[in-house]
Nanobody, 120 residues
């Protein structure tokens, strides 16, 4: 059974910071990609930040310069450091992972989502 468990969401004032965490669990998997998506009410889910194993991180234009994604392979954990938060960052944030067990086939998994609200 594969699980992605997210934590760290909450209410923060504009200009503040939050760090999201996502822990992956399962058996004999190899993580090929981990990233963070977000979805605001009435909007499509969009990629915020992601990192392909062996590559450098990618960020959305809105996240670039403010957010940092970091993986701790020993803990099967990915973090999203969010600084200088804006009201438009308000959304449900979802952890996403692409995993493989054998061959080259990769499977998509999603966390349950964690709410981030930026408001004064």
């Amino acid at each position: 059974q594969v699980q992605l468990v997210e934590s760290g969401g909450g209410l923060v004032q504009p200009g503040g910071s939050l760090t999201l965490s996502c822990v992956a669990s399962g058996n004999d998997f190899s993580i090929k990609f981990m990233g963070w998506y977000r979805q605001a009410p009435g909007k499509e889910r969009e990629l915020v930040a992601g990192i392909r194993t062996g590559n450098t991180p990618d960020y959305s234009d809105s996240a670039e310069g403010r957010f940092t994604i970091h993986r701790d392979n020993a803990k099967n954990t990915v973090y999203l450091q969010m600084n200088s938060l804006k009201p438009e960052d308000t959304a449900v944030y979802y952890c996403h992972a692409k995993m493989a067990w054998s061959g080259h086939i990769e499977y998509d998994y999603w966390g349950q989502g964690t709410q981030v609200t930026v408001s004064s």
